[in-house]
């Protein structure tokens, strides 16, 4: 079965930045890959989605407009930059996939998930 491994993470200054990536196992052509995000006390959330050619990706959320999704099916990676981080951003942030055409954002929908990598942003 596909796993997927999370890295980037650590503590960062409120306003900096943070590269994330997500290695797969094995290659993912056809899976749509997405990043969520849970922080203490709170349900997990979409951060971003991208299709398995990379073509499309969608945002959800409140790193809208900081972040940006993308994969490099060659590696079997997938990435996930962050900028202009706020304290409020701190949670862990996990990896999913799920096989199939459709570009999923809902938890449920995802079948696959990485163990997940701790971002703390201090004020």
């Known amino acids: 079965q596909l796993q997927l491994a999370e890295s980037g993470g650590g503590l960062v200054q409120a306003g900096g930045s943070l590269n994330l990536t997500c290695t797969a196992s094995?290659?993912?052509?056809?899976?749509?890959m997405a990043w969520f995000r849970q922080a203490p006390g709170k349900d997990r959330e979409g951060v971003a989605y991208?299709?398995?050619?990379?073509?499309?990706?969608q945002y959800s959320g409140a790193l809208n407009g900081r972040c940006t999704v993308s994969r490099d099916n060659d590696k079997r990676a997938i990435y996930l930059r962050m900028i202009d981080l706020k304290p409020e951003d701190t949670a862990i942030y996990y990896c999913?996939?799920?096989?199939?055409?459709?570009?999923?954002?809902?938890?449920?929908?995802?079948?696959?998930w990485g163990q997940g990598t701790q971002v703390t942003v201090s004020s």
């Open positions: 094995d290659s993912t052509p056809r899976y749509a």
């Open positions: 991208i299709n398995w050619s990379g073509a499309t990706a």
């Open positions: 999913a996939a799920v096989r199939g055409a459709a570009l999923p954002t809902k938890v449920a929908e995802y079948t696959l």
